[in-house]
């Protein structure tokens, strides 16, 4: 694990972290730091201090993500092109629930370097009513989903669904992966048809019922990163108990979701500690109304500031990232990686 640009609170966060994943007294949990070498971001001497009392314990982190149909290599930074097929979405709402305007734009987005597509047919914007029927969520999912196996059968693709039935229904039509923006709170049978399957599972953090997630509601928190860590570690505990394996399991800190701006800054600078549970990361803050809030640009104009959120959040561990502009994105983490890791064969980034 690297620890460039950790904050001092942070060494603790990961300590306890990893105590609570290993079954440890959490005084004694072992750390080892690596990473920390020419490009890195000077530690704070207390910072170095703390990490430098634990004793020292391997934290590799992994080179692929397992799925059932596949594996999606993790050795550089992987871009998962957002398609929503549905008519509400904040930002492209109403612009792909044709299939074949959604079938173009999803080859726009492999072609322009996507590792991978998410495909989303029940909004979760701002304001969104109850949930979805999982009828009419298929209704709106499967012949798009159905055309995109046929079509790029090599392709991993995710579905993100907080149904078990609609999940199910994906992965018996092509879905490599199910992601679940409820972090398995309304529906943990997902872990299970995950496990089944043999799929990969994002759990996202959220909090609050379906139509408060996305707002400010539940976003009252103690120490934001720590709190996050603690309910990611819930939702990753249901899983396993459901019988999924680890190698499956990708966690999301949700940006944008039951957190004010400050909120998402600090989730951002503290990715490092959500990283140490040892799982990959995935971020998601593609034209988030954060980013609006400093960059001053309306939801369509935040492509740049998307790119630069996920260059801060690939140098603090993140590993996947879900977004609209893939070409922009991609293009600014081919930069940092170069600059993080001089001389490391890229299998993603190869042109």
């Known amino acids: 694990m690297r620890v460039d640009a950790l904050t001092p609170r942070e060494p603790s966060a990961i300590r306890d972290a990893l105590a609570r994943r290993e079954g440890l007294d959490a005084g004694r949990a072992n750390v080892c730091v690596a990473g920390a ?79 991978m597509i998410d495909i989303g047919a029940e909004s979760t914007r701002p304001g969104v009513a109850d949930r979805l029927d999982p009828a009419d969520e298929w209704r709106r999912l499967e012949p798009v989903l159905s055309q995109f196996a046929r079509r790029f059968p090599s392709m991993p693709v995710s579905v993100d669904t907080v149904n078990a039935e609609t999940g199910r229904r994906a992965l018996d039509g092509g879905a490599w992966v199910l992601n679940d923006v409820s972090g398995l709170r309304f529906d943990a049978e997902i872990a299970t048809v995950c496990a089944e399957f043999g799929a990969g599972l994002i759990v996202m953090h959220s909090r609050g019922s379906f139509p408060e997630m996305a707002t400010y509601q539940h976003a009252e928190y103690d120490d934001v990163v720590l709190n996050v860590v603690e309910e990611l570690e819930r939702s990753v505990r249901i899983a396993e108990s459901r019988g999924l394996s680890r190698e499956r399991i990708v966690i999301d800190p949700g940006l944008g979701f039951a957190k004010r701006p400050e909120h998402n800054y600090a989730v951002l600078r503290g990715l490092t500690a959500i990283a140490a549970l040892g799982f990959p990361v995935m971020v998601g803050p593609s034209r988030k109304r954060f980013l609006g809030n400093v960059a001053g640009a309306d939801v369509a104009d935040r492509d740049n500031a998307t790119a630069a959120a996920c260059v801060v959040a690939y140098a603090h561990g993140a590993k996947l990232f879900r977004v609209h502009d893939v070409s922009r994105v991609r293009g600014a983490l081919q930069i940092a990686h170069a600059v993080r890791e001089p001389g490391c064969p890229s299998s993603n980034f190869d042109s």
């Open 37 to 115: 070498g020419a490009g890195a971001s000077p530690v704070a001497e207390d910072t170095a201090e703390e990490i430098g009392r634990l004793p020292r314990h391997t934290l590799k982190p992994p080179a692929a993500w397992d799925t059932h149909r596949g594996s999606v290599s993790l050795g550089s930074p992987a871009v998962a092109g957002i398609l929503n097929v549905t008519p509400d979405s904040f930002s492209d709402g109403g612009l792909y629930v044709k299939v074949d305007d959604a079938i173009r734009h999803a080859e726009q987005m492999i072609e322009a370097g996507a590792d």
